[in-house]
């Protein structure tokens, strides 16, 4: 089974900090994704990764960057966090699935809280 | 940006009954996802459905495609009270890997 891994499942931080998420699959996936969940606003799209090193800006990049240095390891960064970044974060990376299905594998999610 | 949207937003209903949630997207696509996300965890794929097709089942899942109206629906059959969850439908907007998601429709199911 495809397992997408998030490091941290709660986080606390202050505002300005400098916060980093990170996210691991283990499928050999070249597409990996961020989104962030809002009550409301369903998932949007942070950014996206193609490839290593390779990176697009999603809907919502603004506050946001990403570094991809290995295919198994997407990571999120928020470079000085705001309170208005308090949300649930989800990472994905996209795979086939058997025949010519393909679906995106979700982490468990990091509820970050900026206080 | 195409926008996939539930309906209803919520849905309660009794254990054993049939769920019925609703899906409207924008533009056009090559197939139409549908997710489930128990409280707090990540979303978990249920079953896809290609735009050439127009009905197709899993179990107790039952999903239609109508792409004339750009709306797709997914039917739980006899539910239970473990599908309590939030339920999504994701389109690929002719990409392939970059997904849509709805704001999705909270289940709950009452024992």
């Known amino acids: 089974d495809v397992k997408v891994t998030q490091s941290s499942r709660y986080l606390v931080k202050r505002t300005g900090e400098k916060v980093f998420l990170e996210c691991v699959q283990d499928?050999?996936?070249?597409?990996m994704f961020w989104y962030r969940q809002d009550p409301g606003l369903g998932l949007r799209l942070i950014y996206f990764?193609?490839?290593?090193?390779?990176?697009e800006k999603g809907d919502i990049p603004e506050g946001y960057s990403v570094s991809r240095e290995k295919k198994e390891r997407f990571s999120l960064i928020l470079e000085s966090a705001s309170t208005n970044q308090t949300s649930m974060y989800l990472c994905?990376?996209?795979?086939?699935?058997?025949?010519?299905?393909?679906?995106?594998?979700f982490g468990p999610g990091t509820r970050l809280t900026v206080t | 940006s195409q926008q996939g949207e539930e309906d209803p937003q919520a849905l309660s209903i009794q254990e054993g009954e049939n769920a019925t949630m609703n899906c409207s997207y924008k533009t056009s696509i090559n197939n139409l996802q549908w997710y489930r996300q128990n409280s707090g965890r990540g979303l978990v794929h249920l079953i896809l459905i290609r735009s050439n097709e127009r009905e197709k089942h899993s179990g107790r899942l039952r999903v239609t495609l109508d792409t004339s109206k750009k709306s797709s629906s997914l039917l739980i059959t006899a539910s239970r009270a473990a599908d309590t969850a939030s339920y999504f439908c994701?389109?690929?907007?002719?990409?392939?890997?970059?997904?849509?998601f709805g704001q999705g429709t909270r289940l709950t199911i009452n024992p």
């Open positions: 994905a990376s996209f795979g086939p699935r058997g025949g010519n299905s393909y679906e995106q594998y």
């Open positions: 499928m050999d996936h070249e597409n």
């Open positions: 990764s193609y490839d290593v090193k390779m990176k």
């Open positions: 994701a389109t690929d907007g002719g990409g392939a890997q970059k997904l849509v």
